[in-house]
């Protein structure tokens, strides 16, 4: 017998448009500054009606595109979405809720939608005012021109830190029918769990009841996007909308022949999206998988796995190839609840490095070697149970604080645009 | 009238010793590295019977030596603390135990005590065995020559990637007495509250019985070590130990002359020390204190305080000297469980950054201006309540990472000793 992951085939080069019935377009504003030549606005449309899911970030500080976007998602299923990046509309008042539900409403009105089909999207920097002069006049250019082939500038479009488009498209069969799921995302910085923080948008062709949609989509994000973290700085925008207009013709039902196939094709595209935010992380080195087993409850695996994949001492130790222990397990006993040192086993890189709470035989030379690899698998046993929780996570690089230390260019610019003094 | 601080004085130059009927005593063992030439081993003893009191890590992985001095505090007064820098005798099993026990009694077999009024603490790497062949022979040595000229000794022995020796001292008079009390402590890394990662002696002259000495010492380092954060990593070895010998001749009691002023120097002496770890952290440029007003409860404001403190966009921006009032919000936001965004206001440097949740009109060049300098308050009112908490910081510089990225040249001198392979 096959297994699910057999069953799904990645589509080579497809994006957010990938499934039939989705067209989409990218336009250069210049929102976070107007001599850019970069995409900074796009727009995703379904040429069908859809049902449609999304989870957004439990920051208790939400930009006001996410509170529109939750908003219109609890009121109807979105047929489109726009996204912007160079400015997250976070922290911006009544004027910034006016401007994301105008967003929403002059895309409505060239597309012949209701308001509340349409979500919003921001990324950018906290707290300036969007520069609206330079964008409502283009929103009729954006709803016209809409194709297929515009997936991949959306990609580009909704990327800001980011050194690199995040797309991937799969497809199977059900009964002789092809399903697909595109999807595009964006990460960078200010990635921790609940939501991770980023903005991902997944399109399907298949044909699911909303219900269905959603508790999906909700299980599918706590293995992926809520599994990752590369500074432990929760964001005010985390977004990730789902939209699944069936038209593959293919009806998707819990039990049902494709169901399950259509489960794990949708986590591993977010789940492959999340290691690809990880991979590309701000002037990161080092991709990290943080494995916690042996424990008396998931929630003690998730605050150990969690708190060793955020300690900046344990971070700054992999950015020296250092195969510290040491920092590792004191992170454990800080993370935990219910930690027996005496008991705690650590595989670092596949050898042992810690047995017992004490230095393991390993000679420090072999374990030395093996994380100087890009990539490596950090397993805590905590021996005290039988519940497991693992952590996607990178280094802490010299670079990555001297890349976020100042982002006054930005404030610069608003002060020109006469948004700030 | 005049305040409790002003009825006490800084002693100039005092330091743990400052307090009569206490001697000390340093030596250089090479316990990191056997061709060092600096100190790493020392001794302080009342000459006197004494009460004590000491906090020590809630790390769930604890050193030995704080599992030895938490032992022996519970059983007796101690009269006698050991203290040794270039190894944490952490996550050493057993043997790490034992060799605890031993350091305690070779220490009370030369002085006439017993065991258990001897304490312990170590601060270096986790997880290499003491190199007891480079220390075991010294403790006859380290128990003869013990003076009380030695106390700026002790404050250079206990320290390690510090960049100077932290010693305060004060004097007070009740009824014509004068009652010392002397402090010296070590900071740097590993820096995060309950407690922060330090070694701190304290000791008075000062005649105070065992329970008002614990239950003050417990009020003490709550406003003090434990609202310190450097990298929000929690150490093994955390200890603050306390000795009084009554070597003035005055019995403090609550509620009688001379306590409250006893209070406040203990408190004082407590936080100046708190302070200056934080200011002698590994690599940081800044001193931040940020101070969470208007809050539900104290819990909320603590939560809140901490989130922002240990945040490293936060902490990256301030390194930068960006006025980035964004990404504190962004931290209150996840950090707080009752946050209202529209009520937050934050000041920076005694400025309006934030009103309302919103940008406030002060210009963001003014901003920058004061940001440039050493130390500042971030100022968060959640105008929630009446509650507040307050944490002393730093930012997180790129020479930090690098700092920290390994720890290599210590494992390898182990290896040379043959402590491991």
Known sequence: MRSDQELFREIKGGGVTAARGFVANALCCGIKNPKATRLDLALVYSTRPTTS???????????????????????????????????????????GMRVARKECRLVAQELGLQEREVGVCSTGVIGLPMPMVRIEPRFQELCRDLSAKKGHDVASAIITSDTCEKEIAVR???????????????GAGMISP?????????????????????????????????????????????????????????????????????????????????????????????????????????????????????????????????????????????????????????????????????????????LRARVQAESFEIRIDLNLGSSEYTVYTTDLSPEYVDFNRSEYAYWNQAKQDGLTR
């Not at 069969?173 to 595009?184: L, M």
């Not at 002037?283 to 943080?290: A, G, L």
Request: glycine fraction near 10%; charged fraction near 20%; include cysteine.
């Open 194 to 366: 609940n939501m991770a923080t980023m903005i991902c948008l997944i399109c399907t062709d298949a044909q699911v009841s909303r219900a269905d949609l959603q508790s999906l989509v909700g299980e599918c994000v706590n293995s992926s996007f809520n599994r990752i973290t590369i500074d432990g700085d929760m964001s005010t925008n985390d977004t990730c909308i789902v939209l699944a207009n069936g038209a593959s013709g293919v009806k998707l039902t819990p039990g049902r022949p494709g169901w399950k196939t259509f489960c794990a094709a949708l986590q591993h595209v977010m789940l492959q999206q999340a290691w690809r935010i990880v991979r590309d992380g701000e002037r990161i080195t080092k991709f990290i998988t943080v494995r916690v087993v042996g424990a008396p409850s998931v929630a003690e695996a998730r605050a150990i796995a969690r708190g060793v994949a955020n300690s900046s001492l344990v971070k700054s130790s992999w950015n020296g190839g250092d195969p510290n222990w040491g920092r590792i397990i004191h992170a454990v006993g800080y993370s935990g609840k219910r930690v027996r040192e005496e008991r705690v086993d650590i595989d670092i890189a596949g050898l042992p490095a810690c047995r017992g709470g004490m230095q393991a035989d390993t000679p420090s030379d072999d």
């Open 53 to 95: 899911a999304g989870t957004f970030t439990s920051n208790r500080v939400k930009a006001a595109c996410v509170r529109v976007s939750r908003e219109h998602l609890r009121r109807a299923d979105l047929r489109a979405v726009v996204v912007n990046s160079g400015n997250a509309n976070a922290c911006t008042g009544r004027d």
């Open 172 to 186: 199977f069969s059900v009964g002789g029918k092809e399903v697909r799921i595109g999807s595009c995302c964006k």
